[in-house]
Nanobody
Framework: QVQLVESGGGLVQAGGSLRLSCAAS????????MGWFRQAPGKEREFVAG????????YYPDSVKGRFTISRDNAKNTVYLQMNSLKPEDTAVYYC????????????????????WGQGTQVTVSS
């Protein structure tokens, strides 16, 4: 079965950096567009980065653009999220996910359009 396992979360001071990893198994990773989301307590799950399967084009909301970088290593079946200049408002549980359809070039912003999810990793940014 499909498994996504996130790692790399932790506690960091404002202005610091973290690199999250998401290791995938049970699917042809290279043919799936991937996304990173986050969810803070009492808030909806929010899209923070996406990467297309075909050409590794990347997408970010304005809230993280210029600070976060998504990348993928298809040889390792892993997607990464490099987070720099972290702010207290970045505190959340971070999830990776695959879109529902193989070979889809569409990078959705809505969580309901993603099919497989990891268990999440906590990121806490102290002020």
């Amino acid at each position: 079965q499909v498994q996504l396992v996130e790692s790399g979360g932790g506690l960091v001071q404002a202005g610091g950096s973290l690199r999250l990893s998401c290791a995938a198994s049970g699917l042809t990773f290279s043919s799936y567009t991937m996304g990173w989301f986050r969810q803070a307590p009492g808030k909806e799950r929010e899209f923070v980065a996406g990467i297309r399967w075909s050409d590794s084009s990347t997408y970010y909301p304005d809230s993280v653009k210029g600070r976060f970088t998504i990348s993928r290593d298809n040889a390792k079946n892993t997607v990464y999220l490099q987070m720099n200049s972290l702010k207290p408002e970045d505190t959340a549980v971070y999830y990776c996910a695959t879109v529902s359809t193989q070979y889809s070039s569409y990078v959705p912003l809505m969580p309901r359009l993603y099919k497989y999810w990891g268990q999440g990793t906590q990121v806490t940014v102290s002020s």
